[in-house]
């Protein structure tokens, strides 16, 4: 009975780490935006990004105006949206230390774009 006992623990407990570390792995999320106004922006988290530590990440871009595209640019990364586009894309993008510009190709030169620092 002590054995059963001990290898449903261990069970249980093999369980639980694997369950811990999955959660742990999940890839982060960011939210890219772009309209209905003259907007773009990238938040994680509901705050803006300054700066992130290097790695894989999902990024869930709005594009809300058929004037505006949202484009993503930076060491290994060169991800957008058509400028008549407009919904939702999802993007895996691997994120490599350096710096990262999100702007609306026609309207990157009005200030429309910003940018953050990836991190080791």
């Given at each position: 009975m ?6 449903s623990?261990?069970?249980a ?9 999955t ?29 992130l530590?290097?790695?894989k990440?999902?990024i869930?871009?709005?594009?809300k ?8 640019i ?8 058509s ?38």
């Open positions: 002590k054995r059963i006992a001990l290898a623990l261990v069970v407990v093999v369980a639980a780490v694997a369950m811990l570390t959660a742990q792995a999940a890839t982060p999320v960011l939210r890219g935006e772009v309209g209905p106004g003259f907007t773009i922006e990238v938040k994680k988290a509901g705050k803006k990004v300054k700066m530590k290097a790695g990440y999902t869930k871009v709005e594009d105006a058929s004037i505006h595209n949202f484009h993503l930076g060491r290994g990364v060169n991800k957008l949206t400028v008549e586009f407009v919904g939702k894309k999802t993007w895996t993008v691997t994120l490599k230390p350096g710096k990262y510009t999100f702007q609306c190709d026609p309207h990157a030169a009005n200030g429309m774009m910003g940018s953050f620092k990836v991190t080791k």
